[in-house]
């Protein structure tokens, strides 16, 4: 089992910038790969952003040119962090890792775009 908790969220004005961490817990050993959804009101969760174990980073096209996804070699945090911020950006923003084919989610962090 891991356990994922995701830090960062807030209000912030439109084109301003949050980074979003996420750190695991508990049997980490195999993640495939650490990633970022999210899920604005009435709409389905969006696949944001993710990295792979190899190291490999793959951006949705909404946050092309605004987001970045790393991850700390030492803490091991996997971090998201939005620049240029817009007001659709809002939304609860999840972090997911996948291991061994089993997918596990965090509680979900919200984040505001607005003045």
């Known amino acids: 089992q891991v356990q994922l908790v995701e830090s960062g969220g807030g209000l912030v004005q439109p084109g301003g910038s949050l980074r979003l961490s996420c750190a695991a817990s508990g049997s980490i050993f195999g993640i495939n790969s650490w990633n970022w959804y999210r899920q604005a009101p009435g709409k389905q969760r969006e696949f944001v952003a993710s990295?792979?174990?190899?190291?490999?980073?793959t951006i949705a096209p909404s946050g092309e040119g605004r987001f970045a996804i790393f991850r700390d070699g030492v803490t091991g945090t996997v971090s998201l962090q939005m620049s240029s911020l817009k007001p659709e950006d809002t939304a609860v923003y999840y972090c997911?890792?996948?291991?061994?084919?089993?997918?596990?989610w965090g509680r979900g962090t919200q984040v505001t775009v607005s003045s």
């Open positions: 990295f792979s174990s190899g190291g490999s980073t």
């Open positions: 997911n890792v996948v291991q061994w084919g089993s997918s596990y």
